[in-house]
């Protein structure tokens, strides 16, 4: 069982991958972001393979290697009960890369997560927002140039919240009424 | 030239390397203990020993010169249980001191033991007793139990600073690292012992028990003892500066420095300047402190009667930007400079320029510039030529009684600016104290003596509002609407290499 | 992988019993009501304890405050090696080293303080301690503090909940030979 | 198949303006949002048009403290994720690491994390049950799930020396062995947490203010939950037996006898039966690995990776050397990146670890179970009540800090 | 002068029964009810830690309940902005009003017979004086009705509550209950109906006379024995109306957190919980009163016990022992009406709102008016 996913993959899409490796058990394809969206699809439809199950979305931020940034899925099939982890490489001035959210919807959350995480833009993600963190956050805590102990200011309220509340002070608390425009 | 194999690979060295060098050019690491590259070889330690196949035995890898065709195993059975023995009978005496032992972090022993023995001891028998906590010098301490007798403290005395104050003495497991009788180990490198000893029978007293060292980080620093400019690692935890250690350069001092240079490092934290003041306001943030000095300086340095004066101790950035500065904030004031009185030089790294940027400031400021020193200083405002003048250090080197002069003359002044990392006696007279950093809380660089233009990092934030000298005359510009021709350290730092290529073209 | 032993879990049919609410209400209400009567009339399968005048046992291992040992002469017997303050992950432990006249103990800790605000009771710091020398088996609950001040414990308090170690220390044999 | 998910969008803010239309802020400060979380609901009367979860609020940068602490130090942090069950979460991360160093704990080991973890899981499950039975107002089941959690706790206690915040597991073994007197003490706690799981089943299970509340709620197909990355209990509500401990069996699992209980529908009443009736295989295992438990050490016995016995650190040069070693510079894990996930209360614990050879990991990623259940909660809960929000929140037995980390 | 008396003593009695009744049990199961018996079901100790100044002692946690009270006072009354102020101050005196005034024809014991007592046909009789009500505030002849219309009025204080605080959980909470308390009312009447036919009257004093009446000589006439199926359809009808569990999804706190009283904090907190739980002590009465006999003691009239249909009292008993046990009857009634309350509580969970609605109108109201049909045949048949 071990090694049939890889090879199976490794045959049709030898054009883009780049690297491959079974250490630990752990069946890895380092894929070009050219053929990645391609060969989600192929990982998902192909019955030999069924990928059924998207486990985790994550990054690595490499640092001082080239490129940098490394975006890693971790794929399961429930009928082969076999893994398969893609490890899609990436520049750190061009983080960008296509969602598979439509393909399995458990990379919503994560590829949010990793946009949060690591500034990693999924391009057609529905809502590509930043999860963790607060919108006004800046930067990517968890690449490996943030520093840890490094803070960031209070947030004023939200442009519709700030709104809201200084109509309210103007009408209600210091005795306008609303019709005073 | 020899060509040989290591483990499998080969390499074509130049006759007469070592195997232990042929092997690190391949990145091959041979654990070994009393072999240094700048000391003879004794080959006492035997834990290089490595396997050359047609020897008879193991041979010790710091001592056999490369053949040609020599194969050399340094992982094989043989020579893991030979390191595995000497590391065994290394440990038979050695006491378990490392929760007390200042090397504990940075150590050898522990090093080789984790990678190549990790196995317990086979021998129990009674350990040896030695000296323990043996001021062996004024400025090292010596443990006899954690001694390996490796010797190279004692080659080190021999050979680099031809001092020869210690020897082996007693016999077999009782041999003990002693002075010669009526000596201490007091020449002015000796604190260089602490860093090869191996172990932690060296160790020095002014780091002793004062941090665990690996809890600390390191930048690459200079020294600013001298005008040398020895390469150190600068070694600090939670901001607070805890030892210099000498950085290999070949260029400038090898694996060395001296001990008055060690222990320089102490100026960085003592009688800092605490905050930012302006005239009696000394609640300020940088912008407010800046729009008020520039106005002041506006109101005040304009025409005669007004003086610069730079520091030898700044950064060429800072320098700079200081010139920079003169420039446009104080209508081309004349320049004076200031730096540490000279004192004794050796012929080895020991410099009686006991300022580590002079060569910096002659080659910003001109040469011209180094006549008008602090002396001159003080002429100029005895004679009341001078009426605002702005220090870039408060760094004098003057007797008490000069002193003396120059306080009662600064009084009289109408401005006086001083930026510094230090008080320096003069705090109290000053009308504004900006707060400026020590080498170790930027970026920068200094040329030494020998025009070596060498640069050092930023190791720690600074505790107080303190700023990098050109930081803090860009603001001042600021603070008067006008900007200088540079914004940030880069475009800073590349302009005054653009300068000193050029000046270094022209030298030649 | 190859014995997979799936039970469909069963789901309580809805007949008349179940849908006329009332058989299983009052089977509901005879559990609860026959814990109230027994615990009514004698409280025996009353789980609290009133905490303060009553404690319960702490187990063995239970990781309470500190504490630090002393020697057989009643010395600390920590060497300031900072093993726990370089363990600890939340960086409690603040330990000064200083140079111990007796040359056999060498260093000691001028200053040891354990900041309980931050510590989060892991127990590491005394897996880490070669001494034998800090240990969290007091058995006294991490109490509140109303000043902050007093959630730093210094030495002294710590070595006034210590005991003496007697763990024997460095060397198989203890003995040194004599110079 | 994917034709029957909901549209993926964003926050659609045009529901907001409409009429007919309520939006409602539950949490993050909730009585029923434990763990904090927020969900913007969009209400039409009581129907919940559109769920959007909002999580975040108690991100505490555990893969960047992480990030910057040995192995060692990883522990305490790993505590604090699914707070409920943290011995579940020590043994997975431990089991990772030691993927990495490739080494095989001693038999022991297995044994005593099978048990311990099992032991977590039962309270993990109390605690679920019992918060469901609490949410929908039975808060009499509450307290006697919450008593038998007790029980359990007291057990871990004894043998970790504290109750939540553990730090048992170690990289290579366990801080400790059990106590000796640890099987009299199951056996005396046993007959209780039956009778407990008794009581809970007769006060819940057939009544029916019970079933209607929890019945046809929250249902999720299997096919949807899997695309949703869903695991555990929520995921055998749907009838798909995965089971990290059968399919892929770790610790003593492929050694004792246990059954995968699964549902059949998918909603809150199957997930509430599956993880009864899991706690039951769960008291089966411990007794199953309690009979079996072989003598033995229960670390791995390498000072490398171990610290060595306390009174050879006191004593030897040599493992004081190693203690010293293994304190200020961590255990050695040698290069490369492992996916290792174990079964943990909500579902698969994933943890991907890439190593560089230090004693720091360079990057730790928690795959919490948790996370993905709250990805999809919307899928549950629209086109459902307020109401019905609880009991299915409640099932997926949301975390706070796993979900946050 | 006989005026003044009859107003003095309908003072006296508004008194008795508001101030030492209806509030002091009322708010005392805030305590014993909701906390102490819950702590006893749930392995727990319950409320300890109060002390009275003097007395080292719990007193199963009495002072705990007067701490709490006195908390309440002291603490800070919060308005948010945007609530409407009126209303919003009104709304707890809304919801305390009717729960009060509903114990006015709440019979405490029989008339007081200023002659002799004495039995006939299992009635009481005065002879050689009159009945004079002494017992219940007043003696309304359309006391069931008086009931339903006060009750009716409840639906206001949670309504305004709900709307007044100007938060959406309010707002459900105050929609919630007001949907539940009118679906429920219909129940409520209809599930009487059939008692009413039996016992031909309103007057819940002569309901409770009606009811000690015996069934062949020996069993005791009461509401629960002539129409059990009404008196679990009342009962729930009835803690519907009041909003206790597992009817209590107006205030269901893991949902729409405290419901209409979300916004409420220190004593309007305190006074709609109070009226809560006065009402769920009315509930109490008003159940023992009309299905388990009110102030009947079984066998017990005028000047004693009778066994069989006798003449003479089996146990003669002075008359004044007779109002005691009456008393102490209707009061022990009440209080396992109101126990058996809060085990409900404490054993169930609760329903959706939605079940709420399906239960009252499509379970409750068929039953009811099945009961009404059956029970309006049976009348007609047997007499």
């Known amino acids: 069982m071990s090694g049939k996913a890889l090879k199976l993959v490794k045959k049709k899409f030898k054009a883009h991958i780049l690297d491959s490796h079974d250490r630990l058990g752990n069946e890895t394809v380092i894929v070009a972001r050219d053929g990645f969206r391609e060969l989600c699809e192929h990982l998902r439809s192909e019955p030999k393979l069924d990928f059924d199950f998207l486990k985790d979305v994550t990054a690595v931020d490499y640092l001082s290697r080239r490129p940098r940034f490394e975006v890693v899925y971790v794929l399961y099939s429930m009928t082969h009960r076999h893994h398969l982890r893609l490890r899609v490489p990436l520049e750190e001035d061009d983080l960008h890369l296509p969602t598979v959210c439509d393909i399995w919807r458990a990379a919503n959350w994560g590829e949010r997560e990793v946009w949060d995480m690591y500034g990693v833009r999924f391009d057609g993600h529905p809502n590509p927002l930043r999860i963790l963190m607060y919108e006004e956050f800046e930067g990517h805590p968890l690449r490996k140039d943030y520093p840890i102990q490094r803070s960031q200011p209070r947030m004023d309220l939200r442009r519709a919240e700030r709104d809201a509340v200084e109509e309210h002070r103007h009408f209600y608390v210091e005795g306008h009424s609303p019709s005073d425009g | 030239m020899p060509t040989l194999t290591i483990n499998g690979k080969e390499i074509t060295v130049d006759p007469g390397t070592t195997v232990l060098r042929a092997a690190a050019m391949l990145g091959i690491d041979i654990p070994h203990f009393c072999y240094h590259p700048a000391l003879s070889v004794p080959a006492n330690c035997r834990m290089c020993l490595v396997e050359i196949e047609k020897a008879r035995k193991l041979e010790p890898s710091c001592y056999a010169k490369v053949g040609e065709g020599m194969v050399v195993h340094t992982e094989s059975p043989k020579v893991i249980a030979a390191r595995r023995a000497v590391l065994e009978f290394i440990l038979v005496n050695h006491p378990v001191d490392c929760p007390i032992c200042d090397q504990a972090g940075e150590c050898k022993l522990q090093d080789y033991y984790v990678a190549y023995d990790s196995q317990p001891s086979r021998v129990a028998v009674p350990k040896v007793g030695k000296a323990k906590a043996y001021p062996i010098g004024p400025r090292v301490v010596f443990d006899g139990e954690r001694c390996i007798l490796c010797t190279r403290c004692v080659r080190f005395c021999d050979e680099i600073t031809g001092t020869s104050e210690l020897t082996v003495a007693e016999r077999g497991d009782h041999s003990e690292i002693r002075t010669f009788p009526g000596k201490e180990l007091d020449n002015p490198y000796s604190m260089n012992v602490t860093d090869i000893c191996p172990v932690g029978a060296l160790t020095t007293r002014d780091f002793r028990f004062k941090c665990r060292v690996w809890l600390m980080s390191s930048t690459d620093s200079i020294c600013t003892g001298c005008a040398k400019g020895c390469n150190v690692h600068l070694e600090h935890f939670q901001g607070e500066a805890q030892r210099y250690r000498p950085r290999f350069n070949p260029e400038v001092n090898e694996y060395w420095m001296c001990d008055a240079g060690r222990m320089s490092y102490l100026e960085l934290h003592a009688d800092r300047l605490p905050s930012l003041r302006v005239l009696e306001d000394s609640e300020l943030s940088w912008p407010r402190a800046a729009r008020k000095v520039a106005a002041l300086l506006g109101e005040k340095a304009t025409g005669e009667g007004v003086a610069f004066v730079a520091s030898a101790q700044s950064s060429c950035e800072g320098l700079m930007a200081g010139r920079e500065f003169v420039r446009t904030m104080l209508d081309d004031a004349p320049v004076f400079w200031t730096g540490r009185p000279d004192g004794d030089g050796d012929a080895f790294l020991i410099r009686a320029d006991k300022n580590p940027n002079r060569a910096g400031l002659a080659g910003i400021f001109g040469v011209e510039v180094l006549a008008q020193d602090a002396h001159r200083l003080l002429q100029e405002l005895e004679r009341g030529a001078i009426r605002v003048l702005y220090m870039m250090d408060s760094t004098l080197p003057f007797t008490s009684d000069e002193m003396k002069r120059f306080r009662a003359a600064v009084e009289k002044l109408e401005l006086f600016v001083l930026q510094a990392p230090r008080r320096g006696g003069l705090d109290d007279l000053a009308d504004v104290l900006l707060p400026s950093t020590t080498h170790a809380e930027q970026d920068g660089s200094f040329v030494n003596e020998d025009g070596l233009l060498q640069s050092f990092w930023a190791a720690y934030r600074p505790r107080t509002q303190a700023l990098a000298d050109w930081e803090v005359f860009v603001r001042l510009a600021r603070g008067a609407d006008r900007e200088l021709s540079f914004s940030d350290f880069e475009s800073l730092h590349g302009a005054l290499h653009a300068e000193q290529g050029a000046a270094q073209d022209a030298g030649e | 992988m190859s014995t997979h032993n799936v039970t469909v879990v069963e789901r309580p049919r809805r007949n008349l019993w179940v849908q006329s609410y009332l058989p299983e209400v009052a089977k509901g209400l005879a559990i609860t009501s026959r814990q109230f009567f027994k615990n009514l009339l004698t409280g025996s399968d009353i789980q609290t304890v009133q905490y303060p005048e009553v404690k319960r046992d702490y187990p063995l291992r239970y990781r309470g405050l500190h504490r630090l040992t002393y020697r057989d002469d009643g010395q600390v017997r920590c060497v300031a090696c900072m093993c726990c303050s370089t363990i600890c992950p939340a960086n409690c432990i603040h330990i000064t080293a200083a140079e111990h006249e007796d040359t056999s103990i060498e260093k000691y800790p001028a200053e040891f303080v354990i900041d309980e605000l931050r510590c989060i009771v892991c127990g590491l710091c005394v897996e880490a301690c070669p001494c034998d020398a800090i240990r969290m088996d007091s058995g006294i609950h991490a109490h509140p503090f109303y000043e902050r001040d007093k959630a730093f414990l210094n030495k002294d308090y710590l070595l006034d909940l210590g005991g003496p170690s007697t763990a024997v220390q460095g060397g198989v044999l203890g003995s040194r030979s004599a110079r | ?405 | ?383």
């Open chain 5, 1 to 383: 002068m006989d005026l003044v008396w009859e107003l003095l003593i309908i003072l006296l009695k508004i008194v008795v029964v508001v101030l030492l009744f209806a509030f002091p049990i009322g708010s005392l199961m805030t305590l014993l009810g909701d906390r102490k018996q819950s702590s006893l079901i749930q392995n727990r100790i319950g409320p300890n830690r109060a002390r009275l100044p003097g007395i080292n002692h719990p007193l199963v946690g009495i002072p705990h309940f007067l701490a709490d009270g006195l908390k309440m006072i002291f603490k800070e009354d919060i308005i948010p902005r945007q609530a409407n102020r009126f209303w919003h101050t009104l709304a707890p005196a809304i919801s305390l009003f009717p729960a009060i005034a509903l114990w006015a024809v709440i019979p405490f014991s029989d008339h007081y017979c200023t002659g002799t007592a004495t039995m006939v046909d299992y009635r009481d009789v005065c002879v050689d004086g009159a009945f004079y009500n002494l017992f219940s505030i007043s003696n309304l002849e359309a006391g069931l009705l008086y009931v339903f219309a006060i009750s009716a009025v409840s639906v206001y204080g949670a309504a305004i509550a709900g709307w007044a605080s100007n938060s959406k959980f309010s707002l459900l909470g105050g929609l919630r209950s007001s949907a539940q308390m009118i679906s429920y009312e219909v129940t409520m009447g209809l599930s009487l109906a059939g008692i009413l036919i039996i016992y031909g009257t309103l007057n819940l004093n002569e309901m409770v006379v009606v009811q000690g009446q015996l069934l062949w000589d020996w069993l005791p006439m009461w509401g629960i024995v002539v129409q059990p199926l009404a008196f679990f359809l009342f009962l729930a009808a009835m803690m519907a109306e009041t909003k206790r569990a597992p009817f209590d999804v107006p205030e269901g706190e893991s949902e729409i957190v405290a419901g209409y009283f979300t916004e409420f904090s220190s004593m309007k907190f305190a006074v709609i919980q109070l009226s809560e739980y006065v009402a769920t002590v009315f509930v109490g009465s008003l159940v023992s009163t009309v299905f388990l006999g009110g102030w009947q003691v079984p066998w017990l009239y005028g000047d004693g016990f009778y066994f069989g249909n006798t003449d003479e009292p089996s146990i003669p008993l002075p008359y004044w022992l007779v109002i005691v046990l009456r008393v102490g009857s209707f009061s022990i009634k009440t209080l396992f009406i109101l126990w058996l309350q809060f085990m409900l509580r404490w054993t169930l969970p609760r329903f959706r709102y939605d079940q709420i609605m399906t239960l009252g109108w499509k379970i409750l109201l068929p039953l009811s008016l099945a009961n009404l049909v059956i029970t309006a045949f049976v009348v007609l048949v047997l007499l």
């Open chain 4, 1 to 405: 198949m994917k034709d029957n998910l909901s549209p993926l969008s964003p926050i659609d803010f045009d529901h907001m303006s409409s009429e007919d239309v309520m939006v409602l802020n539950m949490g993050p400060s909730h009585p029923a949002m434990h763990g904090t979380v927020r969900m913007v609901l969009t209400l039409d009367g009581e129907t919940v048009v559109k769920c959007d979860a909002e999580i975040g609020y108690l991100h505490r940068g555990f893969e960047k403290q992480c990030e910057n602490a040995t192995w060692t130090q990883v522990f305490p942090y790993t505590d604090r994720l699914n707070y409920v069950s943290p011995l579940l979460n020590n043994f997975g991360y431990a089991l990772a690491v030691e993927k990495l160093l490739e080494i095989e704990v001693p038999d022991r080991c297995n044994y005593v994390r099978t048990i311990l973890g099992e032991v977590s899981r039962l309270s993990d499950h109390f605690t679920c049950v019992g918060a469901g039975a609490l949410e929908l107002g039975a808060m009499s089941a509450f307290l006697y799930a919450i008593e038998a959690r007790e029980l359990l706790w007291d057990l871990v206690e004894e043998v970790t020396g504290a109750r939540l915040t553990v730090t048992y597991a170690r990289v290579g073994g366990l801080k400790d062995d059990l106590t000796e007197d640890f099987p009299e003490r199951w056996a005396a706690v046993e007959p209780r947490l039956h009778s407990t799981i008794d009581r809970l089943d007769r006060m819940m299970t057939k009544n029916r203010v019970f079933m209607d509340r929890m019945q046809g709620t929250g249902v999720i197909s299997p096919e949807d939950a899997i695309n949703y990355g869903f695991t555990g209990p929520v995921l055998r509500s749907t009838g798909v037996a995965y089971d990290v401990r059968k399919d892929h069996p770790y610790f003593a699992y492929d050694r004792v006898d246990f059954d995968v209980p699964v549902g059949t529908t998918g909603d809150n009443f199957d997930r509430y039966l599956v993880r009864v009736e899991e706690m039951r295989q769960s008291i089966r295992i411990i007794n199953q690995a309690l009979r079996d438990l072989p003598d033995g050490p229960v670390s791995v016995d390498d000072p490398r990776i171990m610290l060595p016995e306390k009174e050879a650190v006191y004593n030897t040069i040599e493992s004081m050397i190693a203690h010293f070693k293994i304190i200020f510079e961590g255990v050695q894990v040698p290069a490369g990146e492992v996916y290792s996930f174990t079964e943990a209360g909500n579902g698969e614990l994933g943890f991907y670890i890439v190593s560089n050879g230090t004693g720091k990991p360079w990057k730790l990623r928690v795959r919490p179970p948790c996370l993905y259940l709250m990805g999809g909660i919307d899928r549950m809960v629209e086109g459902g009540m307020v109401a019905d929000i609880i009991p299915t929140f409640d099932t997926i037995n949301m975390i706070g800090g796993e979900i946050d980390r």
